[in-house]
């Protein structure tokens, strides 16, 4: 019997039975848009999930950053400082909010921003920063605060993969100005496609609610230059029915964190992520592959492709690589980023993993390595 393909995400689907009265119900009252009840609902249950006092959601992960940033009112043109070793949304949100990009290093030992590289970098023209909590790591928040409040930087968290993670001070996502979580398809949560926008400032959940629905005060006023980024009932309906399970889903990703912890540990040359110093929800498994390894990144890559293993090199090339944004600052040399870009792999992770697959795919690795 040919053996399945096993991918670095799949998203957990909802039982169609349950789903069944959410669609009557959408069905019955028309409402399929424009902050509709199930809208509302899940936005409630997130503001309780996240602990934090506004939620406002969005059509996907990519408007919401593009709406918080639109929302602070920066200046036109100026710039933010970010990372290259990310999803190139997290650039491109930056661009469609008509900023500018500056891309400097992330930490020598991690994945995450470097916040003295951050520091080196402010210049009059910098507005604001947008830090990437990495596969749901928390940036160095405080030390991040700390430069924003010196140089009076607003600071947008890309919590893309931070869905319900908590620092050593709480709730990660009430950092910042506000943060911005992704429900996409392959995320821990998920909505098909969905995003939210989470932050404790009221004048700024105002702005986003009238930003994401195109600046509609009232019928008939219209406020700033908004855009169409709500959330459907639908996807809403599908983070109803997913919110009751994102425990149990992130228990069952804790499980193969901790199988693969314990099966790969020995293998020369090969790091594995650590869930030490905060509350992680498991969304990836980035493991480096280093020089001591046997093999290459990019020939472990292709082994387990042979072996029907598909885990992906999240985060290569690194954003400044992508020609359309080569010409943007670079406000550091970026040698950590690339050092990382150039041997990390992240191991399938998601809740639908059996054990006879995660046997797979560690004897895979395990072959090739050894
Ligand atoms: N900021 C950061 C830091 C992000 O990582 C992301 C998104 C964003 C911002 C933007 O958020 P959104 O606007 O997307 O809400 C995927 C996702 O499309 C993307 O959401 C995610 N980050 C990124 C890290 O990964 P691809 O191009 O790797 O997706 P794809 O289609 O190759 O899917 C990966 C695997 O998942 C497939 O091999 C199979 C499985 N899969 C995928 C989909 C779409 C399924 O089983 N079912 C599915 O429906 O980008």
Known sequence: MPKSEIFVARPNLPDIEELLPLLESIWDSSQLTNNGPLVQKLSRQLESYFRAPHVTL???????????????????????????????????????????PV???????????????????????????????????????HAIQDIADRHELAVVYDAA?????????????????????????TK?????????????????????????????????????????????????????????????????RQHIHEIYRKEL????????PSDKGYRSNYSYFPALINDECKLSRDALYSELKLSDVFARRYFFPLITDFESYSGFRRGSELPNA?????RVLCLPIHSS???????????AITCALN
């Open 58 to 100: 969005c059509g996907n992960g990519t408007l919401a950053l593009i709406c918080a940033l639109k929302s602070l009112n920066l200046p036109e043109g100026s710039e933010v400082i970010t990372t290259p070793y990310s999803f190139v949304a997290t650039a491109s949100a930056i661009v469609w909010a008509g900023l500018k």
């Open 188 to 252: 821990v949560f998920q909505t098909f496609e969905g995003g939210c926008v989470v932050t404790d400032n009221a004048a700024l959940k105002d702005k986003l609610d009238l930003a994401i629905n195109f600046g509609f005060r009232s019928e008939t006023e219209v406020e700033g230059i908004g855009i169409n980024a709500k959330m459907s009932e639908f996807n809403a309906a599908v983070g109803l029915l997913q919110i009751e399970k994102v425990h149990e889903l992130i228990t069952a």
């Open 161 to 185: 993969h931070a869905f319900g993670v908590d620092c050593d001070c709480g709730s990660l996502l009430t950092h910042g100005d506000a943060s911005v979580v992704s429900f996409h398809a």
């Open 265 to 272: 540990s020995g293998l020369d040359g090969l790091r594995l």
């Open 338 to 342: 690339r050092r990382v870009a150039e």
């Open 353 to 363: 993993l059996t054990a006879e697959d995660l046997n797979r795919v560690c004897s």
């Open 103 to 141: 891309f400097v290093d992330i930490e020598e030992d991690g994945f995450n921003i470097s916040p003295s590289a951050i520091d080196a970098a402010v210049t009059n023209k910098t507005s604001a920063i947008v830090p990437v909590h990495c596969y749901g790591k928390p940036c160095d928040v």
